[in-house]
């Protein structure tokens, strides 16, 4: 089971994140800083990825590759 939350960086994201992890989530989500992976990408066990989304600098191509 795979969620996907925009905005992992906001306020509320990282307990929305670690709550849905505890629950056996594998998460995915967006952070608009290349510095709040690692924070992000930290507060979980291993099953938790993010990925910088910047909705000025998007193309389709960009999104797979991340995913990739």
């Known amino acids: 089971r ?3 939350v ?3 960086d906001s306020p ?3 307990s929305l994140i670690s709550g849905l992890e505890k629950e056996g989530y594998i998460v995915i989500t967006s952070v ?3 510095d709040s992976v690692s924070k992000i990408e930290a507060c979980g066990n291993g099953f938790v ?3 910088v989304f910047d ?3 998007v193309s389709p ?3 797979s590759k991340s995913l990739g």
């Open 2 to 4: 795979i969620k996907v």
């Open 6 to 8: 925009l905005g992992g």
């Open 12 to 14: 509320l994201g990282p």
């Open 32 to 34: 608009s800083d290349p």
């Open 49 to 51: 990825r993010a990925l």
């Open 55 to 57: 909705p000025s600098e």
């Open 61 to 63: 191509l960009q999104i």
